[in-house]
Nanobody, 120 residues
Framework: VQLQASGGGLVQPGGCLRL?????????????MGWYRQAPGKQRELVAI???????NYADSVKGRFTISRDNAKNTVYLQMNSLKPEDTAVYYC???????????????WGQGTLVTVSS
């Protein structure tokens, strides 16, 4: 199983970006999916998560600005980021709880990270 993240880049304050993360490989089912970020010199932190049923939860710092969504048919999770601030600068990682077959347990998989830089 692989998670491939994309969509990062350089954006000015107040701008927007959309991150995507597609899961591929031997997948029976995907439970929760999420986005985390790690800024230089800081620990990785939760940004947003979404359950298989579509329930969401956000870090207080991004509420009202970021929206997480998923396309179950494409095994893909998205993060729409609006009103970006310099403090949003970080490497963003996607994460998914995946079951590879009916007889295996659920494991956590991580994408490779995509850099988001918010700067003028």
């Amino acid at each position: 199983v692989q998670l491939q993240a994309s969509g990062g880049g350089l954006v000015q304050p107040g701008g927007c970006l959309r991150l995507s993360c597609a899961a591929s490989g031997s997948i029976f089912s995907i439970n929760g999916m999420g986005w985390y970020r790690q800024a230089p010199g800081k620990q990785r932190e939760l940004v947003a998560i979404i359950t298989s049923g579509g329930s969401t939860n956000y870090a207080d710092s991004v509420k009202g600005r970021f929206t997480i969504s998923r396309d179950n048919a494409k095994n893909t999770v998205y993060l729409q980021m609006n009103s970006l601030k310099p403090e949003d600068t970080a490497v963003y990682y996607c994460n998914a709880l995946i079951r590879r077959s009916w007889s295996t347990s659920t494991n956590t998989y991580w994408g490779q990270g995509t850099l988001v830089t918010v700067s003028s």
